[in-house]
C-alpha cells in the first residue's frame, strides 16, 4: 500500500497528527528492530521504547515509521494520537486481502482458553480434512509456518500477518485465543469474528501491568464479544446476566449444565483416560454422546462450547467426535503414573486451580494431594492469596518455588503465600530452584501420593527481569524424573 494511502487511512480514522508526502509502496510492518527483513513501516510502541530502536531499523532498510512522538530522525512519519489502534488500522490495510474470505473465530475466559480453542480447530481440522490456523498460548499454525507461541494473543501484525498466510493457502478457517489484554491494547482493534466464545470469568489479572481493577478485566471480554457476529456464552457464568445485557444486538447461544442452555451437557462418565457425557441440543431437540481424550469435569464444558460452534458451522457428528477425541494439549491435565501419579497443569489462578483440585478429590478420592507451585512476581499478583489459601485447604504438602519471578525475588514471593498457607498448618518446603523443586516432590513421594505439578505446563522459560531464561518445562523435568511418556 502507498504511503499516502496509508496517510489518508488514518486521518479517515481519526488518528492522524502529522505526516509527510510520498508514493513509495509499503509490504511490510515491524515493530522489533531486531526483526527487520527489509523495507516497512516500523512502528514505535511499548513503555521500554528507545529511540535507538528506531535509528537501528532505519539504519537496516525501514524508511517510514508510525509513532505518537516525532523522532526527527531520516525517514517519512506517521505521526498517530493511538499507536497501538493505528498499527493495528495499518498492519489490516497492507497484509489483509479482503478478495478472500476466512471464518475467524475467538475464545476468551480466565481458565480454558486454550483446550477450547484446540478443541475447535481440531473438529475444524477433521471437517475440512486439512490443518487450519490457529494461535493459543501453546503454539500457531499459519498455514505455512508453525511455532511455540509467548503471548495468549500476539500483536496486531502477526495477527494480520497469520491471516494473510491462511487466506493465501485458501484455509477456511482461523481459531485464536483472545486475551484481555488483546483487547486493552487494541491488538484485536479491527477484526471482525464470526464466533465469540466465553467460556468464564474470575477475579485475576489485577496488576499495575494488567488490569486497573476487575470491571476494566471484564469490560475488555465483553469489548472482544462486542466484535462478533455470533457469542458462545457459558450460562452458569455469574456475570452471565450482565454479559447478555451488553450483547444486546448479538446472536446469541448459551451452553451449560442446566435445562435453559441451547447446548446442556449431562451424564458425565470418568473413565482412566477419558470422559464421556450427553449433550442436548435444544436448537435440534436431540440428545448425542461424545467422549473426550482428556481428565477433568471443567473439559467437558469447553468440550461443550466447542460442540456448539461447531453444530453453528455446520460441522457433521463425525468430524465433531473425531476432533474430540484428538484434542490432548501438552501442558493440561498430562498424566503420568511411575511409583505415584503425577500431573502437569497450567492452573495458576484461583478459578483453574479450584477446578484442578477438585477433579483430583473426586479422581483419587484416597490419595494425597501434594502441589508444586509458585506465583508471579509483576502480574496476577493476587494469586499468591488465592491459590496459597486453595493449597493450604487442599493440599497434603507443598512444594513452593519460582514461577515467572520477574523483577521480584523468589524468597519474597514464597513468604507471602506462605502467610496464606499458615492458617491451614499444611506442611511445606521453599526450593527455589524449580526442576528441583519437582524433582523432590517425586523422590519423596510414594504410591498413596498424587503430586500436581501447577502454573506453568509446557512452557520453556522462566520470565526474570523481563528476560525470557530457557528453562526445560514441567513436562521435560517429569518425563526425565519418571522415564515415562505421558498417557494420552
Known amino acids: 500500500?502507498?504511503?499516502?494511502?496509508?496517510?489518508?487511512?488514518?486521518?479517515?480514522?481519526?488518528?492522524?497528527?502529522?505526516?509527510?508526502?510520498?508514493?513509495?509502496?509499503?509490504?511490510?510492518?515491524?515493530?522489533?528492530?531486531?526483526?527487520?527483513?527489509?523495507?516497512?513501516?516500523?512502528?514505535?510502541?511499548?513503555?521500554?521504547?528507545?529511540?535507538?530502536?528506531?535509528?537501528?531499523?532505519?539504519?537496516?532498510?525501514?524508511?517510514?515509521?508510525l509513532s505518537e512522538v516525532d523522532y526527527h530522525v531520516g525517514a517519512l512519519k506517521l505521526i498517530v494520537n493511538d499507536v497501538l489502534e493505528a498499527m493495528a488500522v495499518i498492519s489490516e490495510a497492507i497484509y489483509d486481502d479482503k478478495t478472500k474470505q476466512i471464518k475467524l473465530i475467538g475464545v476468551t475466559g480466565t481458565k480454558g482458553k486454550t483446550t477450547t480453542a484446540d478443541f475447535i480447530h481440531n473438529i475444524l481440522d477433521s471437517y475440512t480434512g486439512k490443518k487450519n490456523a490457529y494461535w493459543t498460548t501453546v503454539d500457531h499454525f499459519t498455514?505455512?509456518?508453525?511455532?511455540?507461541?509467548h503471548n495468549t494473543t500476539p500483536e496486531s501484525v502477526d495477527l494480520y500477518s497469520l491471516i494473510k498466510d491462511a487466506k493465501e493457502e485458501n484455509l477456511k478457517y482461523c481459531v485464536l485465543e483472545v486475551s484481555s489484554?488483546?483487547?486493552?491494547?487494541?491488538?484485536?482493534?479491527?477484526?471482525?469474528f464470526d464466533v465469540g466464545v466465553f467460556v468464564n470469568i474470575s477475579y485475576d489479572h489485577i496488576s499495575y501491568l494488567e488490569h486497573a481493577d476487575f470491571d476494566e478485566y471484564l469490560n475488555c471480554k465483553v469489548a472482544f464479544l462486542k466484535q462478533c457476529k455470533c457469542?458462545?456464552?457459558?450460562?452458569?457464568?455469574?456475570?452471565?446476566?450482565?454479559?447478555?445485557?451488553?450483547?444486546?444486538?448479538?446472536?446469541?447461544?448459551?451452553?451449560?449444565?442446566?435445562?435453559?442452555?441451547?447446548?446442556?451437557?449431562?451424564?458425565?462418565?470418568?473413565?482412566?483416560?477419558?470422559?464421556?457425557?450427553?449433550?442436548?441440543?435444544?436448537?435440534?431437540?436431540?440428545?448425542?454422546?461424545?467422549?473426550?481424550?482428556?481428565?477433568?469435569?471443567?473439559?467437558?464444558?469447553?468440550?461443550?462450547?466447542?460442540?456448539?460452534?461447531?453444530n453453528y458451522l455446520g460441522?457433521?457428528?463425525?468430524?465433531?467426535?473425531?476432533?474430540?477425541?484428538?484434542?490432548?494439549?501438552?501442558?493440561?491435565?498430562?498424566?503420568?503414573?511411575?511409583?505415584?501419579?503425577?500431573?502437569?497443569?497450567?492452573?495458576?489462578?484461583?478459578?483453574s486451580v479450584q477446578a484442578l483440585l477438585d477433579t483430583l478429590r473426586k479422581d483419587y478420592p484416597n490419595k494425597n494431594i501434594k502441589l508444586v507451585f509458585g506465583c508471579p512476581g509483576d502480574r496476577g499478583v493476587n494469586r499468591r492469596k488465592d491459590v496459597g489459601e486453595l493449597a493450604g485447604k487442599y493440599a497434603s504438602y507443598i512444594y513452593l518455588t519460582a514461577e515467572d519471578p520477574q523483577t521480584k525475588k523468589i524468597k519474597d514471593i514464597c513468604d507471602e503465600i506462605i502467610s496464606y498457607i499458615?492458617?491451614?498448618?499444611?506442611?511445606?518446603?521453599?526450593?527455589?530452584?524449580?526442576?528441583?523443586?519437582?524433582?523432590?516432590?517425586?523422590?519423596?513421594?510414594?504410591?498413596?501420593?498424587v503430586i500436581a505439578i501447577i502454573g506453568k505446563g509446557d512452557e520453556t522459560y522462566q520470565i526474570v527481569n523481563g528476560e525470557y531464561v530457557p528453562y526445560k518445562s514441567d513436562i521435560v523435568v517429569v518425563e526425565e524424573a519418571l522415564n515415562l511418556v505421558t498417557e494420552k
Open 181 to 192: 489484554q488483546a483487547s486493552k491494547l487494541k491488538r484485536i482493534a479491527t477484526l471482525n
Open 315 to 351: 460441522v457433521d457428528y463425525k468430524s465433531i467426535l473425531n476432533g474430540l477425541l484428538k484434542t490432548w494439549v501438552i501442558g493440561r491435565m498430562n498424566i503420568y503414573e511411575g511409583k505415584c501419579t503425577v500431573i502437569v497443569d497450567y492452573a495458576h489462578n484461583k478459578i
Open 1 to 65: 500500500m502507498k504511503y499516502n494511502d496509508l496517510v489518508n487511512l488514518l486521518k479517515n480514522k481519526g488518528l492522524l497528527v502529522d505526516c509527510d508526502s510520498s508514493d513509495k509502496v509499503y509490504q511490510a510492518v515491524y515493530y522489533d528492530s531486531r526483526k527487520i527483513l527489509g523495507d516497512g513501516v516500523f512502528v514505535c510502541k511499548g513503555l521500554n521504547f528507545k529511540k535507538e530502536y528506531l535509528e537501528n531499523a532505519i539504519e537496516k532498510g525501514v524508511s517510514a515509521y
Open 143 to 149: 498455514g505455512k509456518s508453525s511455532d511455540s507461541s
Open 231 to 310: 457469542v458462545f456464552l457459558y450460562r452458569n457464568s455469574e456475570y452471565y446476566d450482565y454479559i447478555r445485557n451488553e450483547l444486546k444486538d448479538k446472536e446469541i447461544y448459551t451452553f451449560g449444565d442446566t435445562e435453559d442452555c441451547d447446548y446442556c451437557f449431562s451424564d458425565l462418565t470418568r473413565y482412566s483416560d477419558s470422559t464421556s457425557f450427553k449433550v442436548f441440543n435444544k436448537i435440534k431437540n436431540e440428545t448425542k454422546e461424545y467422549k473426550i481424550a482428556i481428565k477433568g469435569d471443567f473439559n467437558v464444558i469447553n468440550a461443550t462450547a466447542s460442540i456448539g460452534v461447531a
Open 422 to 449: 499458615e492458617p491451614y498448618n499444611t506442611p511445606y518446603v521453599v526450593e527455589e530452584d524449580r526442576e528441583k523443586a519437582i524433582r523432590r516432590a517425586i523422590d519423596e513421594a510414594n504410591s498413596d501420593d
